[in-house]
């Protein structure tokens, strides 16, 4: 930063808020990322067995809720899930930014 403000060069900076990243990223985003990455198809497919389908009830002072399908988070605790969130991430970025590399 230093060196563009010397030289008067415009600079940009973006903070991004991963806070709770993990719970907000929607299984469609993860699934075209990986494609556009060039996983194979089987790979995409094994992985999507294991997210759809995935539902969950909520429990309140009330009762319980009835159920309803999860379709955003990467599952907690899994090692597969780092690399879905980079991977689903980057492509994110890139389409914001204009980007694909």
Same mark, same amino acid.
């Given at each position: 930063? !230093? =060196? +563009?403000? !010397? =030289?008067?060069? $415009? +600079?940009?900076?973006?903070?991004?808020?991963?806070?709770? *990243? +993990?719970? %907000?990223? /929607?299984?469609?985003?993860?699934?075209?990322?990986? @494609? !556009?990455?060039?996983? /194979?198809?089987?790979?995409?497919?094994?992985?999507?067995?294991? +997210? !759809?389908? &995935?539902? *969950? %009830?909520?429990?309140?002072?009330?009762?319980? &809720?009835? =159920?309803?399908?999860? &379709?955003? @988070?990467?599952?907690?605790?899994?090692?597969?899930? $780092?690399?879905?969130?980079?991977? *689903? %991430?980057?492509?994110? *970025?890139? &389409? @914001?930014?204009?980007?694909?590399?």
């Amino acid at each position: 930063m !230093e =060196k +563009y403000r !010397e =030289k008067n060069n $415009p +600079y940009h900076i973006v903070f991004l808020d991963l806070q709770k *990243a +993990y719970d %907000r990223l /929607p299984h469609a985003v993860i699934w075209d990322a990986m @494609r !556009e990455r060039g996983i /194979p198809e089987y790979m995409v497919k094994t992985v999507q067995v294991m +997210y !759809e389908g &995935t539902t *969950a %009830r909520g429990r309140t002072s009330l009762g319980t &809720t009835s =159920k309803f399908d999860i &379709t955003v @988070r990467v599952h907690q605790g899994s090692a597969l899930s $780092p690399f879905l969130f980079i991977i *689903a %991430r980057g492509i994110l *970025a890139a &389409t @914001r930014f204009g980007r694909r590399d």
